[in-house]
């Protein structure tokens, strides 16, 4: 797909070179379609427009889908299920496609059915947003030699919003409450168990998961070289961990210095995971894409990585291949990370935004390739906040009354307002059990 002028694999999501047919890094045929109502470049296989949401003449027959793999199989699972997850205070936040069958850790086989309704806990702790579940959110519930894995995708780009679910087989340690966090990147899963161990599954083309080579895994793995840890995120290629001594490790593809390790490139990527210096005690991180954030003690906030669209936060448009502080912010506690936009939470219950904002996802009143804040801006129209999420071009807050707002791309219905229109301002959702 070709955002901002770059041309990026579908399949890997490597930057390809203008002209090219093929992806240099995975082989994959590169297509690009556009709508002909309003002319936005669209993934292959799409059957909407993001932008206007028309539908697409199908110039090219759709991937085809297993019973197993496919969104509307696993929707109908959870619509077969009865699956009513309460609207307790708590937020959850992941990122990337749905997962195919090595993402979830399970065979085609398997059936898609949950034990028991899914538990959202209190969400009081910063949120390592972006693309992971808060770790005081309880997600996974354990029955004998069995686990279920449960989340909501937000998507990145185009993709569709799903439930999924996805039974866990062997691997982790079998915990005696649930695990503290679970992390979705594009094609790679992540856990953090209650010990502080990371285990890792799924694709392994970058060395997203950590174990020392490029070999995908079926089945969860444990991650060697880490500290206890604490919070995990992952990005699109990329991983994060954020260690109880509050210190970030970071691993996978680094072509855009996603890793904050001082260096970019194709061949720069960590097979595991390795430190990142520069950054005063953390205790909250969040992964998209390809670039990264970090919350430190103190309440300030940290970026690098891509800033293609002023992601980072940092006035300009310029790559950073190492952690620097974003200026302009009163003390936060929480942060999330967009397809390429950036929200921060602070400690009075403000929200700001910066990045990109085509499709109005920074609430700011405005949408349009070039209405892009290159530093924090204060989102209007919010009552006090107390938790915040980030998709790829739309943003979510939940108020300290139990209340969600939402704003950006609706071409899907992912705002849940009851229409496709988008919304530039942030928005209350009606309708939601409490």
Not at 286 to 306: C, D, I
């Amino acid at each position: 797909m070709r955002e901002g002028g770059r041309v990026y694999c579908s399949r890997c999501g490597a930057v390809a070179r203008a002209g090219a047919k093929f992806c240099s890094r995975c082989g994959a045929a590169l297509r690009v379609r556009a709508c002909l109502r309003c002319g936005a470049v669209v993934r292959a296989g799409a059957r909407f427009c993001s932008r206007c949401g028309s539908q697409l003449e199908q110039a090219e027959p759709f991937p085809a889908e297993s019973a197993a793999d496919s969104p509307q199989r696993l929707l109908d699972s959870v619509a077969e299920a009865e699956l009513a997850p309460s609207a307790s205070e708590g937020s959850v936040s992941s990122v990337g496609s749905v997962s195919p069958e090595s993402q979830a850790g399970v065979s085609s086989a398997t059936p898609v059915v949950p034990v028991s309704e899914p538990r959202v806990a209190s969400a009081a702790s910063p949120m390592g947003a972006g693309a992971s579940v808060s770790p005081s959110v309880a997600t996974p519930v354990g029955v004998g030699r069995r686990r279920w894995v449960w989340g909501v995708v937000l998507g990145v780009g185009f993709l569709v919003v799903a439930i999924v679910l996805a039974r866990v087989l062997g691997g982790v340690p079998e915990p005696d409450r649930p695990l503290p966090a679970v992390a979705a990147g594009k094609t790679h899963s992540l856990v953090l168990t209650e010990s502080g161990e990371v285990y890792a599954w799924g694709d392994n083309d970058d060395g997203q998961l950590g174990l020392g080579d490029r070999e995908e895994r079926l089945t969860p793995t444990k991650v060697e070289g880490l500290p206890k840890v604490k919070a995990i995120a992952a990005g699109g290629v990329h991983s994060l961990a954020l260690t109880e001594s509050g210190e970030v490790y970071a691993w996978g593809d680094n072509d855009d210095g996603e890793l904050g390790l001082g260096e970019m490139g194709d061949w720069k990527v960590r097979l595991t995971p390795t430190k990142v210096e520069g950054l005063p005690k953390v205790k909250a991180i969040a992964a998209r894409g390809g670039y990264s954030l970090a919350l430190t003690e103190s309440g300030e906030v940290y970026a690098w990585g891509n800033n293609a669209f002023g992601q980072l936060g940092l006035g300009d448009w310029k790559v950073r291949l190492t952690p620097t502080k974003v200026e302009g912010l009163p003390k936060v506690k929480a942060i999330a990370a967009g397809g390429a936009h950036s929200l921060a939470l602070t400690e009075s219950g403000e929200v700001y935004a910066w990045g990109w904002n085509r499709e109005g996802q920074l609430g700011l009143g405005e949408m349009g390739d070039w209405k892009v804040r290159l530093t924090p801006t204060k989102v209007e129209g919010l009552p006090k906040v107390k938790a915040i999420a980030a998709g790829g071009g739309h943003s979510l807050a939940l108020t300290e009354s139990g209340e969600v707002y939402a704003w950006g791309n609706n071409a899907i219905g992912q705002l849940g307002l009851g229409d496709r229109e988008e919304r530039l301002t942030p928005t209350k959702v009606t309708d939601l059990r409490r």
